[in-house]
T-cell receptor, first 115, second 116 residues
């Protein structure tokens, strides 16, 4: 069964460093998402992406964040200069189409630790 | 504003007890979708169920059942004869159209501890 994959599973970085979190969505899906979950808290929407552009972004998704689909298969989240408060689990998700009942398929997550 | 409330932060039950996890939502849309996810200690999100706003039929899947009541904006989840393996954090989520895509809005989760 096709699944969303994310790499790495765990990333440790120093404050101020750039990180790139990678996701490979399911191949025929058109809509892509990033969510964040700070330890012990709820899962929060960061950004949605369709047709090579951002559809919507949350307040969390400030100028330090960017997303890209560089080669038609990968979907990346870049944090330009990490802060301690960026430490969280980051989930990528993809869905096949626009209608709301097109379930979003979540990847296993990347745990980011900023020291 | 769209919102999902899971008022129960943590529930502890003894194995074989039944337990119900509450979820109340707010939305302005007439078309929306509701979900439950399980998050075990390993951290991944495990999809459990999806319901659309036009289908108020309750659903049962093995030991799991869901009660969707539009009149009270609730989508509650019951585990019958709970087992230790059910211990996890359970999230309720609402999906509705926003800026052309369907983002999920999650509740704060309910941590379920099933004691042997």
């Amino acid at each position: 069964e096709p699944e969303v994959t994310q790499t790495p599973s765990h990333q440790v970085t120093q404050m101020g460093q750039e990180v790139i979190l990678r996701c490979v969505p399911i191949s025929n899906h058109l809509y892509f998402y990033w969510y964040r979950q700070i330890l012990g808290q709820k899962v929060e929407f960061l950004v949605s992406f369709y047709n090579n552009e951002i559809s919507e972004k949350s307040e969390i998704f400030d100028d330090q964040f960017s997303v890209e689909r560089p080669d038609g298969s990968n979907f990346t989240l870049k944090i330009r200069s990490t802060k301690l408060e960026d430490s969280a689990m980051y989930f990528c998700a993809s869905s096949p189409g626009l209608a709301g009942d097109n379930e979003q398929f979540f990847g296993p997550g990347t745990r980011l630790t900023v020291l | 504003a769209q919102k999902v409330t899971q008022a129960q932060t943590e529930i502890s039950v003894v194995e074989k007890e039944d337990v119900t996890l509450d979820c109340v939502y707010e939305t302005r849309d007439t078309t929306y979708y509701l979900f439950w996810y399980k998050q075990p200690p390993s951290g991944e999100l495990v999809f459990l169920i999806r319901r659309n706003s036009f289908d108020e039929q309750n659903e049962i899947s093995g030991r799991y059942s869901w009660n969707f009541q539009k009149s009270t904006s609730s989508f509650n989840f019951t585990i019958t004869a709970s087992q230790v393996v059910d211990s996890a954090v359970y999230f309720c989520a609402l999906s509705e159209e926003s800026s052309g895509t369907y983002k999920y809005i999650f509740g704060t989760g309910t941590r379920l501890k099933v004691l042997a």
